[in-house]
């Protein structure tokens, strides 16, 4: 069984990582949609330096700028590929996870709030002992058998108060944390799944992307080699 103190670390650890693991996910999805915006906008840049009017009966012009085109296109693909297979994906099990992320927080802020009450509890406690303690210097006769009852009332609820918080620990530990694991390990494990998940469908679409870009700068190549 951990103490109320150890199980207010254990609290502030617990969201700690959910905290920042959900801001870890949706650091990937930022990176992604600005990753798309750059495509969409490479492409066309790409496009608008092709001329409009060129030779297109010259067959070195009409390669040359069918290649370019080509490439225009390719980044427009792995702009549209992204988004349908990276964001949406990753959008829907955001929406997931800030409720996972809600419902632990919740929890973890009602338990945190149950074992910080008891702490301060014993701890007011413990310090009004203390008070009625120093409240005896000085006194002799009446005074000092009265002063001294209040300090045995006030060990008796700093004693009280001292077995609340066990109480409470115990209580805790055994009904709450249990739950508090699970629905953690869940949050956290479906979490790493969907980041890996979209970090290697982004690296198998650019891996598609270079290689049709590289695909068609061979082909150009090839077909300018051929040409007498």
Do not use: W
């Not at 199980?7 to 600005?34: C, P, S, W």
């Amino acid at each position: 069984m951990s103490s109320c103190q150890e199980l207010i670390v254990i609290f502030d650890r617990i969201q700690n990582r959910v905290d920042k693991g959900a801001n870890n996910y949706t650091e990937i999805t930022k990176y992604v949609m600005n990753r798309i915006k750059v495509e969409e906008e490479t492409a066309a840049s790409l496009k608008k330096l092709i001329p409009s009017d060129y030779d297109t009966k010259d067959p070195i012009l009409k390669v040359f700028f069918e290649d370019l085109r080509n490439e225009a296109d390719q980044h427009s693909v792995f702009a549209a590929e992204l988004r349908k297979k990276v964001v949406t994906p990753a959008n829907t099990f955001t929406t997931t996870m800030r409720e996972k992320q809600k419902r632990l927080t919740t929890s973890l802020r009602a338990q945190k709030s149950a074992v910080s009450k008891a702490i301060n509890d014993t701890e007011r406690a413990q310090r009004d002992v203390e008070y009625n303690k120093t409240r005896c210097n000085g006194l002799q006769g009446a005074a000092l058998t009265k002063q001294q009852q209040k300090v045995f009332k006030a060990t008796q609820e700093y004693n009280n108060k001292s077995k609340i918080e066990n109480q409470t620990a115990q209580t805790v530990s055994s009904s709450q944390m249990p739950n508090i694991h699970r629905e953690f390990s869940d949050f956290d494990t479906r979490r790493l799944n969907n980041l890996q998940k979209a970090t290697v469908q982004f690296g198998q679409l650019k891996k598609a992307f270079c290689k049709n870009v590289m695909d068609g700068a061979n082909s150009t190549t090839q077909k300018m080699e051929g040409m007498d």
